[in-house]
């Protein structure tokens, strides 16, 4: 078993859509929790962190749930500019495995 | 520019060459990842720098992969005996302290390796 595992996509979704992303982890001692984004051909980018009270940044709300080890990210009215890899990332210590990723295409 | 920087962005080797690729991090970034991806994939960790050490190696994947910041600064990971498996993005990632707490890790633009 993975690490992380993510949904495997891809999601085509058309803009307005909302869209949830799923991601579980084995590791139990995990201690932080984060989303990353990255477009196609390019590097990884930091989307946001993901706390166990669940929070929110615009558009997007990340929630964390320890005792399942779920964490998720919902987008609210999606666009265009949307479309990319969704990372789940998982923390311990100053070690950050990355999921597999999920596709998002939102379609016009 | 500010942000890290991976040379070469792109590599083409044959199978049994050496290969070294660099990684100069956003200065006074004081830890240092490597990771590879490979297509349809998401990073793999291979080994973390903080200052001149590596604080953890046990993601190389065997010995023919080793990685060196001996002035805790540029970073430069070398490849034996390259195998066509070997072929990936070669993601660097730098962070501050406090960037950990949050993390926060600024990634180069990565080197492509092919082995032929």
């Known amino acids: 078993r993975k690490e992380v595992e993510q949904d495997p996509g891809p999601f085509n979704v058309p803009e307005g859509a909302t869209v949830a992303f799923n991601c579980t982890y084995s590791?139990?001692?995990?201690?932080?929790f984060f989303w990353y984004r990255q477009d196609c051909r390019k590097e990884p980018k930091l989307l946001m962190s993901?706390?166990?009270s669940g929070n929110e940044d615009g558009r997007f709300t990340a929630q964390l749930n320890r005792a399942s080890q779920y964490i998720s990210l919902l987008i609210r009215d999606s666009k265009l500019s949307d479309s990319a890899t969704y990372l789940c990332v998982v923390g311990y210590g100053q070690n950050f495995v990355f999921g597999p990723g999920t596709r998002l295409s939102v379609l016009p | 520019g500010a942000g890290v920087s991976q040379t070469p962005s792109n590599k083409v080797t044959e199978k049994g060459k050496y290969v070294e690729l660099r990684c100069d991090p956003i200065s006074g970034h004081t830890a240092l990842y490597w990771y590879r991806q490979s297509l349809g994939q998401g990073p793999e960790f291979l080994i973390y720098f903080q200052g001149t050490g590596a604080a953890d190696d046990s993601g190389l994947p065997n010995d023919r992969f080793f990685a060196v910041r001996p002035e805790g600064s540029v970073s430069t990971l070398k490849i034996q005996r390259t195998e066509r498996g070997d072929s990936a993005v070669y993601l660097c990632?730098?962070?501050?302290?406090?960037?950990?707490?949050?993390?926060?890790?600024?990634f180069g633009e990565g080197s492509r390796l092919t082995v032929l």
């Open positions: 990632a730098s962070s501050s302290y406090r960037g950990l707490a949050t993390g926060e890790l600024f």
């Open positions: 993901v706390y166990s």
């Open positions: 590791n139990s001692a995990s201690q932080s």
